[in-house]
């Protein structure tokens, strides 16, 4: 091959690469001016006035079908979301009243409870939930970690989470560690 041809590949690739780059940057300029007026919009409105939109929603839909425990379920959780803790406990609390026995709904509780400064409620709707699902393990998890941190009972934080890990034994924190690190890091400060 000639060193004249090799120049002319070379240049035919960097024409075929800035071609590319310009009909892709068109494009993009092409949809940013004629995006249409309801996307914008939905990009700029607050991801908080979404969701105060969504629980206005549901606050309606309970208000017209207030026998409804999935609408009451589904309030309680965007209250969640919201950290409204006063509030998505009385939606969870309306939800268990017309459908009890919703193991997954009852740690919801507990976790709102806890945040809400009441450590003992959240100890209760934990037992709840385990009793509904002796398996239940984020129950179990979290009901150490108030037992540990809010009740001050590393003791106990220890017994309900030696039982989680009986069934199972491979729970790990948040963090990424197993539990039994934490578990045994207790045991080692309570010894001295």
């Given at each position: 091959?000639?060193?004249?041809?090799?120049?002319?590949?070379?240049?035919?690739?960097?024409?075929?690469?800035?071609?590319?780059?310009?009909?892709?940057?068109?494009g993009v300029v092409y949809t940013i001016y004629n995006a249409p007026a309801k996307v914008e919009q939905a990009q700029t409105q607050a991801p908080g006035s979404r969701q105060a939109a969504r629980i206005t929603q549901l606050e309606k839909l309970t208000k017209q079908h207030p026998d409804d425990a999935e609408?009451?379920?589904?309030?309680?959780?965007?209250?969640?979301?919201?950290?409204?803790?006063?509030?998505?406990?009385?939606?969870?609390?309306?939800?268990?009243?017309?459908?009890?026995?919703?193991?997954?709904?009852?740690?919801?509780?507990?976790?709102?409870?806890?945040r809400n400064h009441q450590p003992q409620k959240a100890i209760e709707a934990f037992?709840?939930?385990?009793?509904?699902?002796?398996q239940h393990e984020q129950a179990r998890f979290n009901k150490g970690v108030i037992l540990l941190n809010d009740l001050h009972d590393p003791a106990g934080a220890v017994r309900v989470w030696e039982g989680l890990l009986q069934l199972n034994p491979q729970v790990r924190?948040?963090?990424?560690?197993?539990?039994?690190?934490?578990?045994?890091?207790i045991k080692k400060q309570q010894k001295k």
């Amino acid at each position: 091959m000639s060193e004249k041809t090799c120049v002319a590949k070379s240049t035919l690739y960097i024409a075929v690469a800035v071609s590319l780059l310009a009909g892709f940057l068109a494009g993009v300029v092409y949809t940013i001016y004629n995006a249409p007026a309801k996307v914008e919009q939905a990009q700029t409105q607050a991801p908080g006035s979404r969701q105060a939109a969504r629980i206005t929603q549901l606050e309606k839909l309970t208000k017209q079908h207030p026998d409804d425990a999935e609408s009451w379920t589904n309030l309680g959780h965007a209250y969640f979301d919201a950290n409204q803790c006063t509030q998505a406990i009385t939606a969870y609390n309306k939800s268990l009243d017309i459908r009890p026995g919703n193991a997954d709904l009852l740690t919801d509780l507990g976790v709102m409870y806890r945040r809400n400064h009441q450590p003992q409620k959240a100890i209760e709707a934990f037992n709840r939930a385990i009793k509904e699902n002796p398996q239940h393990e984020q129950a179990r998890f979290n009901k150490g970690v108030i037992l540990l941190n809010d009740l001050h009972d590393p003791a106990g934080a220890v017994r309900v989470w030696e039982g989680l890990l009986q069934l199972n034994p491979q729970v790990r924190l948040p963090s990424g560690p197993p539990l039994t690190e934490l578990i045994q890091k207790i045991k080692k400060q309570q010894k001295k």
